[in-house]
């Protein structure tokens, strides 16, 4: 039926987005092996369960479609409220601030003191306590500030 | 020309120490809150799964027979679409007459539950009755005949089996999508 291959593909489209959501970010500029292997054996799991015995180009037409469709309302939401933006992306969160780690958020994104100092390296900064505030941004980049030089008269 | 259309900017973002970081620590536990909830819920499916909650498992095996012993018949009561299941009728000496074994399956066999192959072929079969009558050549019982099923419409469907003249098995099947 029409209707239930329309249905799987936006069911596949939602679902994804919420596995994706809730395994997380994590810090890194580029993916790394394990996480290509989540990716795409995730997407091969739904793909078999999406486009089922409808092996028709009509049938992947209709189902790119609709997964495309999806993807604008959801975007489109994401625009008009706050709400859904967060729900979407999640909120940057401060690792280090003040001379101090945050560490329940730490400990829930799964993100150790070396991440950080990676990241910090490639700003040329020496040491953690050169760092002023590191975040852990909505799309998993972690940003550093250095602290900045004390002014002496 | 068109003249582009410019707004002011407001500083909108929370600041932390002097930097829009836009942290929300409010949400984010409430969101972690709902990590765990909902890792246990994942949990909870995976171990339906293996029980058979969810078909082909140790929960969805079913079996039911007549009274009289003249048929006897193990099915999933719990079945995938678009996934293959046998049905088995497993008919007692009773069921046997003149080396013919009739039986009489409902529709929702052959459609909702999407009956492909009947295993041995039956030598006779006769549409009627809201239903399909086979009739197996037997030469002595117990006999068994397997029906391979390919469900299509997922939903809960009711279907009934009988050798004519002895008490019909009424059962459902839960179609999952």
Known sequence: MALSTIMRAAFGYLFLVLIVRVIGRRPGEQLTPFEFVLIFYIGGLTLTGVVGAEASLTNAVCQILTVALCHYGLVLLRLRSDRVMRLLDGSPLILLEKGGWRSETMYRMQIQDTDVMNVARDHGIRDLASIRLAVLETYGQINVMPQEPETGN | ?177
């Not at chain 2, 949400?27 to 972690?32: G, K, M, V």
């Not at chain 2, 809150?33 to 969810?54: H, Q, S």
């Not at chain 2, 079945?79 to 009773?94: A, I, K, N, V, Y």
């Open chain 2, 1 to 177: 020309m068109a003249e582009p259309s410019v707004s002011p900017v407001d500083d909108t973002v929370p600041k932390v120490d002097e930097l829009a970081v836009g942290e929300d620590l409010v949400f984010q536990q409430r969101w972690w809150r709902f990590e765990r909830f909902i890792w246990g819920v994942f949990l909870v499916v995976i171990m339906c799964d293996i029980a058979g909650l969810l078909g082909h498992g140790w929960l969805a095996d079913a079996k039911a027979s007549t009274p009289d012993g003249s048929l006897a018949i193990d099915y999933e009561r719990i079945e995938r679409g678009s996934s293959p299941s046998t049905m088995t009728l497993h008919f007692g000496p009773t069921a046997i007459h003149h080396g013919n074994v009739p039986v009489f399956v409902s529709d929702s066999v052959i459609r909702e539950l999407g009956a492909q192959r009947i295993s041995p072929q039956p030598a006779v079969s006769a549409i009627g009755s809201g239903g399909v009558t086979y009739l197996f050549s037997a030469i002595g019982g117990p006999a068994d005949v397997q029906f391979q099923l390919e469900p299509n419409v997922p939903g809960l469907h009711q279907f009934r089996i009988s050798v004519p003249g002895e008490p019909a098995i009424e059962a459902r099947v839960l179609v999952l999508p």
